[in-house]
């Protein structure tokens, strides 16, 4: 690597390749040609691919996300902040579908289908299987019908298991826990069936199936499937949680969606935005805990390593011995936190370091209600000012954020305000807000 150590304007001249000792754009001691200059033909290279792939994500939104998704398959961080730009261009991923989906990404009535080779446990000879068997027969109508026409030995139990958490089964049954149930006795069923064809013994309904009375028993077999007993469907947040181990991802839903508009006013940052962040500013967050590691320090202080996702992307963050003491018990997989600490560029990587944390299931905040009038003049907001600061007291245990809803007409407003503004009792805030006239209540963040 060389530094460029001086440089200087001298006028219009031809630019060339790299590597030209002279007329170039830049000089560096000893006659040398500074390694980070690029011609005007890398510059017009790059325009040009810039407008073609502006082109094709104005003009063709669903093939062009669909592609990118594809191309950046392996890559998770990446696939998460595409899979984000999706849902701010009001594109719907949606899980792997047996039925429609392909080997990729594939664009599918204003969404995009997951493809079966993004699914964990899904090798290429049981894709390839499965698409034949969809090709040559027409969509699959149950899990019976499903077993009964593909191949067993490319298809086996654990790939019909992962795909059937993923969500692959959904439009068929909708219940994930009946179809797990029910695998145990189909699979058998439908391998019994497989070996009975092998052996050119088959059952009786597909001896007699050429006869036109029996051709429609004969093609709708797979309803003498065996189910197992009726139960109950996963919970929601397991279902989730196998649905990302296979995916990668959270693709049906997201544990964090539904606080989505609560947390976009609580949170000053998004975890895709920590790389924009001031070195000293204190930031804040609602995130997810992906996987939370223990670690001890020289000295033998424990302290903790936390894996941390919101609706954006993925990223690292750490907590120190003197907070690890304070918030461990927080800390736990697949926990929803706001978090407060400052970001730490080391080694080239943007960290989060905490200095606080709280479960976003107990964070409450305040909501101030405001007209147009109150909220321009000087005066009133002095007044609202003046009280909340009396309600802040020790910035430190200030946790509970302050909105402002300005309403006019039927247009409602949500104003946050700044971290010196928080307090640190809700109800007591309240209170002290009521009796100055402006309207105010407690809102969960959750909206339980």
């Known amino acids: 690597m060389v530094?460029?150590?001086?440089?200087?304007?001298?006028?219009?001249?031809?630019?060339?390749?790299?590597?030209?000792?002279?007329?170039?754009?830049?000089?560096?001691?000893?006659?040398l040609v500074a390694a980070n200059c690029f011609n005007k033909s890398h510059s017009t290279a790059y325009a040009y691919v810039t407008y073609q792939t502006a082109y094709l994500k104005a003009n063709y939104p669903l093939e062009y996300m669909a592609a990118l998704l594809t191309a950046n398959s392996g890559d998770t961080d990446k696939v998460q902040r595409y899979i984000s730009t999706c849902m701010n261009m009001n594109i719907?991923?949606?899980?792997?579908?047996?039925?429609?989906?392909?080997?990729?990404?594939?664009?599918a009535a204003d969404k995009i289908l997951f493809g079966f080779s993004a699914v964990r446990?899904?090798?290429?000879?049981?894709?390839?299987?499965?698409?034949?068997?969809?090709?040559?027969?027409?969509?699959?109508?149950?899990?019976?019908?499903?077993?009964?026409?593909?191949?067993?030995?490319?298809?086996?139990?654990?790939?019909?298991?992962?795909?059937?958490?993923?969500?692959?089964?959904?439009?068929?049954?909708?219940?994930?826990?009946?179809?797990?149930?029910?695998?145990?006795?189909?699979?058998?069923?439908?391998?019994?069936?497989?070996?009975?064809?092998?052996?050119?013994?088959?059952?009786?309904f597909?001896?007699?199936?050429?006869?036109?009375?029996?051709?429609?028993?004969?093609?709708?077999?797979?309803?003498?499937?065996?189910?197992?007993?009726?139960?109950?469907?996963?919970?929601?947040?397991?279902?989730?949680?196998?649905?990302?181990?296979l995916l990668g991802f959270y693709v049906s839903d997201h544990p964090l969606k539904s606080i989505k508009q609560s947390s976009s006013v609580l949170a000053p940052i998004n975890l895709s935005q920590l790389g924009e962040q001031k070195?000293?500013?204190?930031?804040?967050?609602?995130?997810?805990?992906?996987?939370?590691?223990k670690v001890v320090t020289k000295k033998g202080d424990p302290m903790a390593i936390l894996q941390i996702e919101d609706l954006t992307t993925q990223s690292e963050a750490v907590v120190f011995p003197k907070t690890y003491e304070r918030i461990s018990s927080l800390l736990e997989v697949d926990a929803r936190l706001i978090i407060w600490g400052k970001?730490?560029?080391?080694?080239?990587?943007?960290?989060?370091?905490?200095?606080?944390a709280e479960p976003v299931e107990t964070v409450r905040m305040v909501m101030v209600e405001l007209n147009p009038q109150q909220a321009a003049t000087i005066e009133e907001q002095h007044r609202l000012r003046t009280i909340l600061q009396e309600?802040?007291?020790?910035?430190?245990?200030?946790?509970?954020?302050?909105?402002?809803?300005?309403?006019?007409?039927?247009?409602?407003?949500?104003?946050?305000?700044?971290?010196?503004?928080?307090?640190?009792?809700?109800?007591?805030?309240?209170?002290?807000?009521?009796?100055?006239?402006?309207?105010?209540?407690?809102k969960p963040l959750t909206g339980s």
């Open 3 to 31: 530094k460029i150590i001086s440089r200087k304007y001298i006028g219009q001249e031809n630019v060339y390749d790299i590597g030209v000792e002279r007329d170039h754009n830049f000089a560096i001691k000893n006659g």
């Open 92 to 107: 719907q991923i949606e899980a792997p579908d047996i039925n429609r989906s392909g080997v990729d990404f594939t664009p």
């Open 121 to 204: 446990n899904v090798g290429q000879n049981a894709i390839a299987c499965i698409l034949e068997a969809r090709e040559e027969g027409g969509e699959f109508k149950s899990l019976g019908n499903f077993c009964d026409r593909v191949d067993l030995r490319a298809v086996n139990r654990r790939t019909l298991e992962s795909l059937i958490h993923c969500g692959a089964f959904d439009k068929i049954e909708s219940n994930r826990q009946q179809l797990i149930q029910d695998l145990e006795l189909v699979y058998d069923w439908a391998q019994s069936r497989a070996k009975d064809r092998a052996s050119g013994q088959g059952n009786l």
């Open 206 to 245: 597909d001896l007699i199936g050429g006869f036109a009375a029996n051709s429609q028993k004969s093609n709708n077999a797979f309803e003498d499937a065996p189910k197992a007993k009726p139960v109950s469907d996963f919970p929601p947040q397991e279902k989730l949680r196998l649905e990302k181990e």
């Open 279 to 293: 070195d000293d500013a204190m930031l804040c967050a609602v995130v997810m805990l992906n996987n939370v590691k």
């Open 343 to 356: 970001v730490d560029r080391r080694d080239d990587q943007n960290q989060f370091i905490v200095e606080d």
């Open 391 to 442: 309600q802040s007291g020790d910035k430190e245990k200030a946790k509970v954020p302050v909105i402002g809803i300005v309403q006019a007409g039927n247009t409602r407003h949500l104003v946050r305000f700044g971290r010196q503004f928080w307090v640190q009792d809700s109800r007591t805030a309240v209170q002290a807000l009521q009796n100055a006239s402006f309207p105010a209540h407690v």
